[in-house]
């Protein structure tokens, strides 16, 4: 394994067993599917919040959905647009491409 690959596998800790290391790497790669899914909803509606784009996206859980926006809004692809209130009166962040 080259230092370089050490930079491109999951975080897991030197203690965890293969079962988790291959896991982990499961995961990641669904991660990046996701997140190739979130991006085209944004380019398809131009803003959303998290509840309009777990409603975009039904067949994935919602938990995991909201935190794939979360890592992409921490990566500077998406950005805060305003705020707006949800069905049950709740006020929710929208979000949009951050070159959008």
């Given at each position: 394994?080259?230092q370089l690959d050490?930079?491109?596998?999951?975080?897991?800790?030197?203690?965890?067993?293969?079962?988790?290391?291959?896991?982990?790497?499961?995961?990641?790669?669904?991660?990046?599917?996701?997140?190739?899914?979130?991006?085209?909803?944004?380019?398809?509606q131009d803003c959303?919040?998290?509840?309009e784009l777990c409603?975009?996206?039904?067949?994935?859980?919602?938990?995991?959905?909201?935190?794939?926006?979360?890592?992409?809004?921490?990566?500077?692809?998406?950005?805060?647009?305003?705020?707006?209130?949800?069905?049950?009166?709740?006020?929710?962040?929208?979000?949009?491409?951050?070159?959008?």
């Amino acid at each position: 394994m080259s230092q370089l690959d050490l930079f491109n596998e999951p975080k897991v800790r030197h203690a965890d067993g293969a079962m988790s290391r291959d896991a982990a790497r499961a995961v990641s790669q669904h991660a990046g599917a996701l997140e190739n899914l979130i991006l085209t909803e944004f380019c398809l509606q131009d803003c959303l919040t998290d509840d309009e784009l777990c409603e975009r996206l039904p067949e994935r859980h919602a938990p995991t959905v909201k935190t794939c926006r979360s890592r992409l809004s921490n990566r500077g692809l998406l950005v805060a647009a305003g705020q707006r209130r949800n069905s049950r009166g709740r006020l929710q962040t929208i979000w949009r491409l951050a070159n959008g």
